[in-house]
């Protein structure tokens, strides 16, 4: 297998783990302190949506004998809403996280 045809198979096993781990999840009842898993799934899809296209983007088009054409600029902008995402996703979790551990501390008290 060349290079290029084992960046294509890593790249599509990153993809299946996206859609595979989230299934997992699937008809199991989500306890209160996990309600942001909810929002994950729509976040997920959107990340894995922005993933793809930016791999698309980044091979190029090539008309007839001309240079290959890159749309470097679209790249960054999904690149950008990429990350975003994830932060959105990874700090509505932590708080998520600081509010449960937050309301247990006052239960306890």
Known sequence: MNPRQQHWKDFDDLIRAF???PNQLAGARIEKEHQFLYNAEGL?????????TIHMLSQGYRFEDHEPTI???????LA????????????????????????VGLMTS
């Open 19 to 21: 859609i595979d781990i």
């Open 44 to 52: 997920g899809k959107k990340l894995i949506d922005h993933i793809i």
């Open 71 to 77: 749309d470097f600029s679209s790249i960054a902008i």
């Open 80 to 103: 950008r809403s990429v990350l975003e995402t994830y932060l959105t996703h990874t700090l509505s979790s932590l708080l998520d996280s600081i509010k449960v551990r937050w309301r």
